[in-house]
């Protein structure tokens, strides 16, 4: 199995950036497909980005804002965050799938980081 641990977070300006990273150990990340998730305070845990092969896929309340990569020599995967808006304002979780899907749902989703805080203050 991965675990996955997510360095950094933080509180940034509307309109300014940040990058999340995914820092995995146990298995490759090849072997799956990794993403991002993000929980709203009182609010469902909902996708936001993810990354299998050469495939990527987004939320379409992120596309063009989001960009997810990976880096396999590092283990780790990254999600880099622009434009950022206080609706934007989240837990943000690391995910892996094993079943190497783009997008995946938190229920298709097999291992969990333990989450980070992003909050954009406006």
């Known amino acids: 199995q991965v675990q996955l641990v997510e360095p950094g977070g933080g509180l940034v300006q509307t309109g300014g950036s940040l990058r999340l990273s995914c820092v995995a150990s146990?298995?490759?990340?090849?072997?799956?497909?990794m993403g991002w998730f993000r929980q709203p305070p009182g609010k469902d845990r909902d996708f936001v980005a993810a990354i299998s092969w050469r495939t990527t896929a987004y939320a379409d309340s992120v596309k063009g804002r989001f960009t997810i990569s990976r880096d396999i020599a590092k283990n780790t995967v990254y999600l880099q965050m622009n434009s950022l808006k206080p609706e934007d304002t989240a837990v943000y979780y690391c995910?892996?799938?094993?079943?190497?899907?783009?997008?995946?749902?938190?229920?298709?989703?097999?291992?969990w980081g333990q989450g980070t805080q992003v909050t954009v203050s406006s």
């Open positions: 146990g298995r490759t990340i090849i072997s799956y497909a």
């Open positions: 995910a892996a799938d094993r079943g190497l899907r783009a997008p995946f749902s938190t229920a298709e989703a097999d291992y």
